[in-house]
């Protein structure tokens, strides 16, 4: 079982800046991707910006702001870094793992999601 848990949502003025953080637990044997997606109220949920194993960081062209997401040295937690955040409204920000877990004698593969922690801007 593989568990993520995200914090730093809350209320920020438009044009100011947030840092999420994303932490994962439970029988991780490696994460290969880990990253995070956003969803507006009757929006599709989007890839915000993601890394992998390897170092490599993908970021959306289609998310409006700018995106920092550096993991730590042991790869089981990353930080996304949400700066001029401009549109008003509230949003849900997710994280997300994918990678290999260690279970009964065993490596499966998992895809985990977050509960999801939310971003308010006001203005």
């Known amino acids: 079982q593989v568990q993520l848990v995200e914090s730093g949502g809350g209320l920020v003025q438009a044009g100011g800046s947030l840092r999420l953080s994303c932490a994962a637990s439970?029988?991780?044997?490696?994460?290969?991707?880990m990253g995070w997606y956003r969803q507006a109220p009757g929006k599709q949920r989007e890839l915000v910006a993601d890394t992998t194993d390897s170092g490599s960081t993908n970021y959306s062209d289609s998310v409006e702001g700018r995106f920092t997401n550096p993991r730590d040295a042991a790869k089981e937690t990353v930080y996304l870094q949400v700066d001029s955040l401009k549109t008003e409204g509230k949003t849900i920000y997710y994280c997300?793992?994918?990678?290999?877990?260690?279970?009964?004698?065993?490596?499966?593969?998992?895809?985990?999601w977050g509960q999801g922690t939310q971003v308010t801007v006001s203005s």
């Open positions: 439970g029988s991780i044997f490696r994460i290969n991707v």
């Open positions: 997300n793992a994918r990678g290999k877990k260690g279970e009964v004698r065993r490596l499966l593969s998992f895809n985990s």
